[in-house]
């Protein structure tokens, strides 16, 4: 139970960095891009280098912003104890993983079940078109 607790607030913690830094380089390109505009009045000749530009940025900002959205939901699960467990086997996914993979919903075993599972079924598709070099009655 201890453990659970010391647990959560770790993973509170790391997913508030995360949240901090994601914030602040959101807040600082919305500022950044106040003072563009600014600048950009009058300069119509690198105008479309400036929109490739910014739509590269805005991109990445919508990026960034849907993690900021994704990490608040990863905080309200962990306030519900959902934050953590796997999805298929209910296990704790370990703190390790969920700092690579903050939104991991998978231990790691069971990811790489569901990936075998995957490449199996390619498998069976590939059996079942008619050409394999590999036919089922070899196994046989
Ligand atoms: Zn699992």
Same mark, same amino acid.
């Given at each position: 139970m201890t453990d659970t607790i010391i647990r959560n607030e770790d993973l509170r913690y790391m997913l508030g960095e995360r949240r901090h830094e994601l914030q602040s380089a959101v807040q600082s390109r919305l500022s950044d891009a106040r003072t563009d505009q600014h600048k950009m009045?009058?300069? #119509?000749?690198e105008h479309s280098d400036a929109d490739t530009q910014e739509g590269l940025e805005l991109s990445l900002l919508e990026m960034r912003a849907e993690t900021l959205t994704r990490i608040d939901e990863a905080l309200v699960r962990l306030d519900a104890g959902?934050?953590?467990?796997?999805? #298929?086997?209910n296990s704790e996914i370990p703190q390790r993983r969920l700092q690579a993979l903050?939104?991991?919903?998978?231990?790691q075993a069971c990811e790489q079940r569901r990936e075998l599972a995957k490449g199996h079924a390619r498998l069976n598709a590939q059996h079942h078109s008619g050409f394999s070099l590999f036919p089922d009655v070899v196994r046989l």
């Amino acid at each position: 139970m201890t453990d659970t607790i010391i647990r959560n607030e770790d993973l509170r913690y790391m997913l508030g960095e995360r949240r901090h830094e994601l914030q602040s380089a959101v807040q600082s390109r919305l500022s950044d891009a106040r003072t563009d505009q600014h600048k950009m009045i009058g300069d #119509e000749l690198e105008h479309s280098d400036a929109d490739t530009q910014e739509g590269l940025e805005l991109s990445l900002l919508e990026m960034r912003a849907e993690t900021l959205t994704r990490i608040d939901e990863a905080l309200v699960r962990l306030d519900a104890g959902m934050y953590g467990s796997c999805y #298929e086997c209910n296990s704790e996914i370990p703190q390790r993983r969920l700092q690579a993979l903050p939104f991991a919903v998978r231990c790691q075993a069971c990811e790489q079940r569901r990936e075998l599972a995957k490449g199996h079924a390619r498998l069976n598709a590939q059996h079942h078109s008619g050409f394999s070099l590999f036919p089922d009655v070899v196994r046989l």
